[in-house]
Every structure is written in structure tokens, then in C-alpha cells.
């Protein structure tokens, strides 16, 4: 139905079952809640029942999509009742299950019944309520740790976190925790490993793979699982050959927790820092050489595009302009002569930029480089000692930089986390006076915490770091 369609005075009979509620058994299944409400609503007489449903949906989110219709159709005047089987149906956020039962609900006179906890707006408030909300919230929070837990032991025993293997690999029918090459995937992906080490980018492999018409990664899986096969089956798009050039687990090694979240209550997954994750090599045969894969991620870094006459630089993206800080661009014409290759700052822009037209012959700049290699490699056999100084010198200085970057670092944090407490105070002032609305509030106060939680954790670390023993000692090691 459309809005228009939608009766007045409606009486929402609103059921919500998640993958952990359904462990419970039949009493909180989608069918059972629909039975009990139906009757309920029937019995007394409450007209125009209607059903929003949200099943396989976590209560700690209000994001579901019946809840959201129901919500919205609340807020166009025409839902008189809301009726779940129990509290925990309807969330379990006490704070936002507090704000939709005591603000949300009573501001625009809906009535609100829960029918296993013997809640009803019209019979005044239950002091007891509060507390059930807070123990539903408890329950998602427990079962949140648990699941962690649970995570983190098979994480950390080496089995695959990911439910489908990558693209190139299948399951092992013998045992499906188990990943064995897909020979005819596999030969693709050697392919465009292959492609990426001769010089050609994401967006050349995939125009390559279309042409030849390879099927694209979805194609594929529709394929083998007999569903309906998409529209274009040969175009492969860039994004999808770069996560192929990007995953380790071609080396035949496992790579757990690249991502986590911050809360049970934010769904968003952040990438995980390097030494975070947990890599166990040797799982399952490999498909890329390790020097391949490693060759591709240098080549991947330094990201190097062909211009038009189809030339490639020797040195496109390691060279950066000395006033500036910006890259040099790779410029050559249709003349076949050496020398009329050079490289100009990308901030000059044709005099629209903000720096000159200072340039560098390419074969000027190989002169240079052949003359520093010539001259570092006689210091070294001329005089070892000297040449193992210099090389000491420079990582003292690097590391220095480094530890003074670190240092800044940490100051900001710190800065941060004063900063996060006078924002909460202030926000908090900005709720009791209705400056902002309470799930405004609510949605503010989740993220901010959740960043202060991360910055101290980063700054118990770094101080750990900072007061490490082995740090000065290596740092006493580098300066004599």
C-alpha cells in the first residue's frame, strides 16, 4: 500500500526476531509473536490491525526496515496503537526504547502495549519499565561479548572468519572449513596478477577481461549456484580487480580480524591496524608466489598510468616536487627521441596551479640516479665502516622523526579526549534545555563515546610504547 492507502487509526502490531532470539526456540518466532498479537488485538476490540515485521534484525539498531515504516507512518498521525508480545521486541537500546515509550509516543498520543510484560501507557507508567529496558539491554550486550568471544577464539585458532571464500578458492567438499583452488577462477587470478606486474592498472585489467569476455566475479557464483545470471556478464569493473590484487589470502595464508566495530550498537566496520590481525600462512594452497604478491602491493603504491602515446615513466610516482610536496607528472610527446620525456609538478597545472613549471629531463634524472648508485656502491667497498655509519646515522634520523611524530600524535589525542568531554557536557546541557532532540542526542552521545574509547585505547598504547625499554635501547643502539 501506498501512504494514501494506509487506514487511520491503525493498530501496529509490530514483531522483530534476530538470528539470536531465534536460539530461544518457537516462543519468540515471527509466526508465535503474529498469533499472539492478532488475538490479543482481536480480543479487545482494537480496530484496523496491521503487521510490521522485521525478521533477522539485531534489537540493538532502530535501522529496520518495519520498524522505519511503522515510525513513519506514526509521524503522519495514523497509528493510534502500538502492541508487541514483549519489551525486548520492540529494542534492545534502553535509550532509544526509553525515548520512543516516554517521548516519541506519548508527544503524539499513541498507545503503547506490551503484553507479556503487562506495559500499557493508558494504565499509567510501570516504575519497573526502566529496568526491564536496561536488562534487554544487558542480554544484547552479553550476547554481543559472547559472540565476540567466540570470534576471537576461532580467529585466533586460524579457521576462516569469512563465510564464502574468495574468488579463486571453493570450499572443500570433505570439509567445508576447509578452501581448495577453483582451477577455472584460479587461472583468472593468476591472470590479473600477471597483467599488474607488466605495468597494467585495475582499470586496463578489467577493459582486458571484458574484452575477452571472462565472466565477472557475480556472473560466476550465479553460475555455479544455478541463480539468475545479471545483466552484463562480462563487464568487470576496476573496484573488483583491485580487492583481487589486494587480498593475501592468494598466498595461501588466512588474515583474520582486517575489520572490527567499535560497538555492539554501530554496525560500521573499520579496518583493523596491521598488527591487529592475525595472519597464519599456509592454510590452503597457494595461488599467487609470495614475491608476485609482494611485487604487485609495491606496484600498487606507486600507482603508475601510461600516458596517451602509451609511454611509461621509469620514475612515475616516486618523485615529488622539493617546493611544493605535490607528485611529478609523467609528460611525453609523440617523438619518439629520449630526451624529450620529463617530468613536471602536478600543482602547475598549466600557470592555474599554485606552483612553477620547474621540470626534470627523464634522462637527466637516470644520470643522477646511476651516479648515486655508483658512488654508494664504491663507499662501500673503499670503506665499510663509513659507509655502515652513514647507514646508521640515517636511521637515527628517521627513527627520531618518528618518534616526534608519535609524540605529536599522542598530544592531539590527548587534546581530543579533553576536547570529547566538555562536547558531552554541552550536549548534554543542549538535551535537558530541548535544544537538540533526544535521539539527536542519543546518536551524538553513542559516536562521541565510542571515539573518546578509542583514543584512550590508543593512548594507553602509545604511552606503553613510549616507556618501552626496548625502544630506548634500540634508540641507544642507533645513536652510538
Same mark, same amino acid.
Given at each position: 500500500?501506498?501512504?494514501?492507502?494506509?487506514?487511520?487509526?491503525?493498530? /501496529?502490531?509490530?514483531?522483530?526476531?534476530?538470528?539470536?532470539?531465534?536460539?530461544?526456540?518457537?516462543?519468540?518466532?515471527?509466526?508465535?509473536?503474529?498469533? &499472539?498479537?492478532?488475538?490479543?488485538?482481536?480480543?479487545?476490540?482494537?480496530?484496523?490491525?496491521?503487521?510490521?515485521?522485521?525478521?533477522?534484525?539485531?534489537?540493538?539498531?532502530?535501522?529496520?526496515?518495519?520498524?522505519?515504516?511503522?515510525?513513519?507512518?506514526?509521524?503522519?498521525?495514523?497509528?493510534?496503537?502500538?502492541?508487541?508480545?514483549?519489551?525486548?521486541?520492540?529494542?534492545?537500546?534502553?535509550?532509544?526504547?526509553?525515548?520512543?515509550?516516554?517521548?516519541?509516543?506519548?508527544?503524539?498520543?499513541?498507545?503503547?502495549?506490551?503484553?507479556?510484560?503487562?506495559?500499557?501507557?493508558?494504565?499509567?507508567?510501570?516504575?519497573?519499565?526502566?529496568?526491564?529496558?536496561?536488562?534487554?539491554?544487558?542480554?544484547?550486550?552479553?550476547?554481543?561479548?559472547?559472540?565476540?568471544?567466540?570470534?576471537?577464539?576461532?580467529?585466533?585458532?586460524?579457521?576462516?572468519?569469512?563465510?564464502?571464500?574468495?574468488?579463486?578458492?571453493?570450499?572443500?567438499?570433505?570439509?567445508?572449513?576447509?578452501?581448495?583452488?577453483?582451477?577455472?577462477?584460479?587461472?583468472?587470478?593468476?591472470?590479473?596478477?600477471?597483467?599488474?606486474?607488466?605495468?597494467?592498472?585495475?582499470?586496463?585489467?578489467?577493459?582486458?577481461?571484458?574484452?575477452?569476455?571472462?565472466?565477472?566475479?557475480?556472473?560466476?557464483?550465479?553460475?555455479?549456484?544455478?541463480?539468475?545470471?545479471?545483466?552484463?556478464?562480462?563487464?568487470?569493473?576496476?573496484?573488483?580487480?583491485?580487492?583481487?590484487?589486494?587480498?593475501?589470502?592468494?598466498?595461501?595464508?588466512?588474515?583474520?580480524?582486517?575489520?572490527?566495530?567499535?560497538?555492539?550498537?554501530?554496525?560500521?566496520?573499520?579496518?583493523?591496524?596491521?598488527?591487529?590481525?592475525?595472519?597464519?600462512?599456509?592454510?590452503?594452497?597457494?595461488?599467487?608466489?609470495?614475491?608476485?604478491?609482494?611485487?604487485?602491493?609495491?606496484?600498487?603504491?606507486?600507482?603508475?598510468?601510461?600516458?596517451?602515446?602509451?609511454?611509461?615513466?621509469?620514475?612515475?610516482?616516486?618523485?615529488?616536487?622539493?617546493?611544493?610536496?605535490?607528485?611529478?607528472?609523467?609528460?611525453?610527446?609523440?617523438?619518439?627521441?629520449?630526451?624529450?620525456?620529463?617530468?613536471?609538478?602536478?600543482?602547475?597545472?598549466?600557470?592555474?596551479?599554485?606552483?612553477?613549471?620547474?621540470?626534470?629531463?627523464?634522462?637527466?634524472?637516470?644520470?643522477?640516479?646511476?651516479?648515486? &648508485?655508483?658512488?654508494?656502491?664504491?663507499?662501500?667497498?673503499?670503506?665499510?665502516?663509513?659507509?655502515?655509519?652513514?647507514?646508521?646515522?640515517?636511521?637515527?634520523?628517521?627513527?627520531?622523526?618518528?618518534?616526534?611524530?608519535?609524540?605529536?600524535?599522542?598530544?592531539?589525542?590527548?587534546?581530543?579526549?579533553?576536547?570529547?568531554?566538555?562536547?558531552?557536557?554541552?550536549?548534554?546541557?543542549?538535551?535537558?534545555?530541548?535544544?537538540?532532540?533526544?535521539?539527536?542526542?542519543?546518536?551524538?552521545?553513542?559516536?562521541?563515546?565510542?571515539?573518546?574509547?578509542?583514543?584512550?585505547?590508543?593512548?594507553?598504547?602509545?604511552?606503553?610504547?613510549?616507556?618501552?625499554?626496548?625502544?630506548? /635501547?634500540?634508540?641507544?643502539?642507533?645513536?652510538?
Amino acid at each position: 500500500m501506498t501512504n494514501t492507502n494506509y487506514p487511520d487509526n491503525i493498530t /501496529a502490531l509490530y514483531a522483530r526476531l534476530s538470528q539470536e532470539d531465534a536460539l530461544d526456540g518457537e516462543s519468540n518466532s515471527i509466526a508465535n509473536q503474529k498469533s &499472539i498479537l492478532l488475538k490479543y488485538a482481536t480480543d479487545n476490540g482494537f480496530p484496523n490491525p496491521l503487521f510490521f515485521i522485521d525478521d533477522g534484525v539485531s534489537g540493538v539498531t532502530f535501522d529496520r526496515p518495519g520498524w522505519n515504516e511503522m515510525i513513519g507512518l506514526a509521524e503522519m498521525g495514523k497509528v493510534k496503537t502500538v502492541i508487541v508480545k514483549d519489551m525486548s521486541r520492540m529494542g534492545r537500546d534502553y535509550l532509544k526504547v526509553g525515548y520512543y515509550t516516554e517521548s516519541f509516543f506519548a508527544e503524539r498520543d499513541i498507545r503503547y502495549i506490551a503484553i507479556n510484560d503487562g506495559v500499557d501507557s493508558d494504565k499509567g507508567n510501570n516504575d519497573f519499565t526502566p529496568f526491564r529496558n536496561l536488562f534487554n539491554d544487558f542480554y544484547a550486550r552479553d550476547t554481543s561479548k559472547k559472540i565476540r568471544a567466540m570470534m576471537r577464539a576461532k580467529g585466533n585458532s586460524g579457521e576462516h572468519l569469512c563465510t564464502n571464500p574468495p574468488y579463486g578458492y571453493r570450499k572443500d567438499p570433505q570439509d567445508k572449513k576447509k578452501w581448495i583452488v577453483d582451477e577455472e577462477t584460479a587461472e583468472v587470478v593468476k591472470r590479473i596478477f600477471a597483467l599488474c606486474v607488466d605495468g597494467k592498472g585495475p582499470m586496463q585489467i578489467a577493459k582486458l577481461l571484458t574484452a575477452d569476455k571472462v565472466l565477472t566475479v557475480k556472473a560466476h557464483y550465479a553460475k555455479r549456484d544455478g541463480k539468475p545470471m545479471p545483466d552484463n556478464l562480462y563487464r568487470w569493473d576496476y573496484k573488483s580487480v583491485a580487492g583481487i590484487l589486494e587480498r593475501p589470502e592468494y598466498t595461501g595464508c588466512t588474515v583474520n580480524f582486517k575489520t572490527y566495530s567499535k560497538s555492539h550498537k554501530l554496525k560500521k566496520r573499520l579496518n583493523n591496524a596491521p598488527e591487529n590481525m592475525r595472519i597464519f600462512p599456509n592454510t590452503q594452497p597457494a595461488i599467487v608466489n609470495e614475491k608476485v604478491w609482494q611485487r604487485v602491493q609495491e606496484l600498487r603504491a606507486n600507482k603508475r598510468r601510461p600516458t596517451k602515446t602509451g609511454k611509461q615513466g621509469l620514475f612515475s610516482g616516486l618523485l615529488y616536487c622539493a617546493d611544493c610536496g605535490d607528485k611529478l607528472y609523467f609528460c611525453t610527446t609523440n617523438s619518439f627521441l629520449p630526451n624529450q620525456d620529463h617530468y613536471v609538478c602536478s600543482n602547475y597545472k598549466s600557470n592555474t596551479g599554485t606552483c612553477s613549471a620547474h621540470f626534470i629531463r627523464e634522462e637527466t634524472l637516470k644520470l643522477f640516479v646511476l651516479r648515486r &648508485i655508483f658512488s654508494v656502491t664504491a663507499m662501500f667497498i673503499d670503506n665499510a665502516d663509513d659507509f655502515r655509519r652513514v647507514v646508521q646515522k640515517q636511521r637515527f634520523e628517521e627513527t627520531e622523526k618518528a618518534v616526534k611524530r608519535r609524540k605529536k600524535e599522542l598530544q592531539q589525542a590527548k587534546k581530543r579526549i579533553s576536547e570529547l568531554d566538555r562536547i558531552f557536557k554541552r550536549i548534554y546541557e543542549d538535551d535537558i534545555t530541548g535544544a537538540i532532540s533526544h535521539e539527536r542526542f542519543l546518536k551524538l552521545s553513542a559516536e562521541y563515546e565510542a571515539e573518546q574509547k578509542e583514543l584512550t585505547e590508543f593512548v594507553k598504547t602509545e604511552q606503553t610504547l613510549t616507556a618501552s625499554p626496548l625502544l630506548s /635501547a634500540s634508540m641507544w643502539v642507533l645513536r652510538n
